[in-house]
């Protein structure tokens, strides 16, 4: 296996990329930022390698992974099958903190209460961080997660910065000639807006 | 779950970031207008001048007040 740099303040973000979703990663973005770290999804990786790769690469290169496991749920299309994606790629992030501790750190989160430990029995003893599904929530489960980092920034201020991130987006949606948020120009320009924001800051 | 390396760190700029992002430098300065127009527009004088900001400035009108004024009125008319 090559052997890829490790990007000390690179966050891979493992979060459903659906339009229900836009709001909460949006919050996300906001506050792995606040937190100096830069969020990286599979949105911005180049398309010439396989998915399963490219994510695998990106999980080597991060020295920290967010798993959000909120949306493991039944799609409605026929046939209804559950979305795996999320906690394989949680899978993969475990696996390669336990080859590599001194590389690499993953935070799982959820909307509810004990359901992670209900479903994935095998990470029972983890500390999940549970949202209930709220911009707020994201951000005091991210405050939590992140307590070592120096870096201290408050809920409020995350609401604040997110509010003015959400006033900019038609602007940059516009540029990029699009209307979702889960594309790999828009996702890196909002994550470059979201750190001149927090610079911005008192 | 140990995490002590997570502690040694610099925060980036908003420059570094793009430019490891590889967003180029056309798109990062546009960025950074958007995000000036933005808190230009957002920022507590300008929202209190165009009358978009939630703080009101003293004796404008609100719901409450408008209330108060119709029950004196109606006092008063009695």
Aim: hydrophobic fraction near 40%.
């Amino acid at each position: 296996m090559p052997k890829l740099h490790v990007e000390s303040d690179a966050c891979f973000l493992n979060i459903p990329y659906d339009k229900k979703f836009e709001n909460l990663c949006l919050a996300y973005v906001v506050g792995v930022t606040a937190f100096g770290f830069i969020p990286r999804a599979t949105l911005g990786v180049p398309r010439h390698t396989r998915r399963l790769e490219r994510i695998f690469d990106l999980i080597r290169t991060c020295n920290v992974s967010v798993h959000d496991l909120s949306r493991i749920e039944l799609d409605r299309r026929p046939p209804r099958a559950p979305r795996f994606n999320m906690p394989f790629e949680l899978g993969l992030a475990v696996a390669w903190a336990i080859l590599n501790p001194k590389r690499h750190a993953w935070i799982a989160c959820d909307a509810v209460e004990h359901r992670p430990i209900k479903s994935i029995s095998d990470l029972n003893g983890t500390d999940f961080h549970i949202h209930r599904g709220t911009i707020r929530g994201i951000f005091s489960a991210l405050c939590d997660a992140f307590a070592t980092r120096p870096q201290t920034r408050t809920v409020p201020e995350m609401m604040r910065v997110y509010r003015l991130l959400r006033k900019a987006i038609p602007d940059l949606q516009k540029d990029a000639g699009t209307k979702g948020l889960f594309q790999a120009r828009i996702f890196n320009e909002l994550t470059v807006a979201a750190a001149l924001l927090w610079e911005q800051q008192p | 779950m140990a995490k002590p390396f997570l502690i040694s760190f610099r925060v980036k700029s908003a420059e570094e970031v793009a430019q490891q992002l590889g967003v180029s430098k056309a798109r990062r300065n546009r960025i950074f207008k958007i995000v000036g127009e933005t808190l230009k527009k957002n920022s507590p004088e300008e929202t209190l001048n165009n009358g978009k900001s939630k703080i009101r400035p003293v004796g404008e009108n609100t719901y409450l007040t408008l209330r108060l004024r119709q029950r004196n009125n109606a006092k008063a008319a009695r």
